[in-house]
């Protein structure tokens, strides 16, 4: 049996539950995802650093453990949130169970406590930020901890620290992939697309990402508050000038917009989810997408030669952005999906395109 776990919300509410994977206290930003599968994808996306994640579907690792499923080898999150996690998964790919592979990755979690409830709360009061623990008490002290934590160094402490490259055979493209914390898939739906592919640590300078000719560069998703990324926003700044072609997805999409001097917004409790719908204006056709992102370019402040491209369909944010006076394009959602549905991958061939364009 294990022992009583707790968890504790900046406006001091208390949940009782049990202790599940690793066993240590921990704190970080109280977060909810919809998403009913694929929480392996999950577990190891680095968007989720500094984050709490917290399953709305009550009953997660049905299909065990799969490492060939994950986005990076090692969770970045600071704790996990099941109504239950099944014991006994039932799946010819899998490795073992969700409780172990936590234990073995130090990541604390928490089942058995009243996840709807604990949703509501974030619904309406917005994201917060929460502490496991492993008595009922809430002194001032860790009420006070917990007003003040926030996510910091969340890029530096998610990107590469040095040059990676994935080739393929019969290359058509070099594309340059810009890693702010980004989710394997990314790469893998590039090389499938016959691109050679060099991965880049996020602080690299503008110089060196055109000195290694890329056809294309790709602005990775990531974690964190985008307009804390000074440096790494004047860098794409200039490799805006440089008219090589550009795709941005998540981070790498409000990175590129705050770099052409829009703003961004924290949302009152983000998009997290496989079936977020989005709206591309062009058409009016609605897609089907994976997120996973608490903030996003404000529309109005996008300048003239740019233009939103796909908005929200539940909350109208924006969703997309495409630029007129430089080849570049970018989403909000994921469309290398994994978990999620795979609606938008055409928009790695929409980047393949804009490559081809560009060299003649
Ligand atoms: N998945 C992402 O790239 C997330 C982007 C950013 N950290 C946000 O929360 O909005």
Redesign the pocket.
């Known amino acids: 049996m294990s022992r009583a776990a707790y968890l504790v919300l900046e406006n001091g509410t208390v949940f009782e539950g049990k202790a599940f994977g690793a066993e240590k206290e921990t704190m970080g930003e109280l977060v909810f995802t919809t998403a009913m599968t694929g929480y392996l994808e999950t577990l190891t ?1 680095p ?1 989720y650093f500094g984050q709490v994640v917290l399953h709305t579907f009550p009953l997660i690792g049905n299909y065990g453990v799969i490492r060939s499923d994950f986005e990076t080898p090692t969770p970045a999150l600071n704790g996990y949130i099941v109504r239950e996690w099944c014991q006994a998964p039932s799946n010819f790919r899998s490795e073992g169970d969700l409780d172990t592979f936590l234990k073995e990755k130090g990541v604390t979690g928490i089942c058995g406590l009243d996840t709807r409830a604990l949703t509501r709360i974030v619904r309406e009061y917005g994201v917060m930020n929460c502490r496991i623990q492993y008595t009922p008490e809430v002194t001032d002290e860790i009420l006070n901890e917990l007003k003040g934590f926030v996510i910091t160094e969340a890029v530096e402490k998610t990107t590469i620290s040095e040059i990676e490259n994935f080739p393929v055979e019969n290359a058509k493209y070099h594309v340059v992939l810009m890693d702010f914390g980004a989710k394997h898939n990314i790469g893998r739906e590039l090389n499938k697309r016959g691109c050679n592919l060099t991965v880049v640590p996020a602080h690299t300078k503008a110089e060196e990402v055109l000195a290694l000719n890329p056809d294309g560069i790709m602005l990775s ?4 508050d ?1 307009a804390k990324n000074t440096a790494v926003i004047e860098e794409l700044r200039k490799l805006t000038e440089s008219k090589v072609p550009m795709f941005g ?3 790498g999409h ?1 990175l590129l917009a705050l770099a052409h001097g829009a703003k961004t917004e924290k949302l009152k409790y ?1 998009h997290r989810g496989a079936n977020q719908p989005v709206k591309e204006l062009e058409t009016g056709k609605v897609y089907i997408t994976s997120q ?4 996003a370019v404000v529309s109005d402040s996008l300048p003239e030669d740019s233009e939103v491209s796909y908005v929200n369909g539940n909350d109208n944010t924006c969703e997309g952005v495409t630029y007129t006076s430089f080849p570049a394009f970018s989403v909000q959602f994921h469309p290398e999906a994994h978990g999620g549905p795979l609606d938008t991958s055409f928009l790695f061939d929409r980047f393949l395109k804009m490559m081809d364009d560009n060299k003649q």
């Open positions: 996306d968007s998703n990531g974690p964190g985008p997805i998540c981070l409000q983000g996973n992102h608490g903030y």
